[in-house]
């Protein structure tokens, strides 16, 4: 079992930054590819990003590409989102997911593990 808690969301105007953090407990997390998706009012659950075990390899959603930067600490079984640029269209519950072996999907349902998310809120 892997326990994953968000934490980082807020309110903030456009053009803002904000830093999304995932720390993770249980199993080993060096071995679980991690991603972050989000899921606006209405909508479904959508990729953002996500990264390989060893954090040599990285992957976007084409709206947060450039914008959006995912990183991980294996030493601090911690993942991180940094959000800059931030649009209104950004509003969303953001999770972190996890899923066993080195590979990024961008499906939610191959994921094994769930956050409880935080809200990020952007203003206009």
């Known amino acids: 079992q892997v326990q994953l808690v968000e934490s980082g969301g807020g309110l903030v105007q456009a053009g803002g930054s904000l830093r999304l953090s995932c720390a993770a407990s249980g199993r080993t997390f060096s071995t679980y590819a991690m991603g972050w998706f989000r899921q606006a009012p209405g909508k479904e659950r959508e990729f953002v990003a996500g990264?390989?075990?060893?954090?040599?390899?990285?992957y976007y959603a084409d709206s947060v590409k450039g914008r959006f930067t995912i990183s991980r600490d294996n030493a601090k079984n911690t993942q991180y989102l940094q959000m800059n640029n931030l649009k209104p269209e950004d509003t969303a519950v953001y999770y972190c997911?996890?899923?066993?072996?080195?590979?990024?999907?961008?499906?939610?349902?191959?994921?094994?593990?769930w956050g409880q998310g935080t809200q990020v809120t952007v203003s206009s």
């Open positions: 997911a996890a899923r066993g072996g080195s590979h990024i999907f961008t499906t939610p349902s191959v994921y094994d593990y």
């Open positions: 990264i390989r075990w060893s954090g040599g390899s990285t």
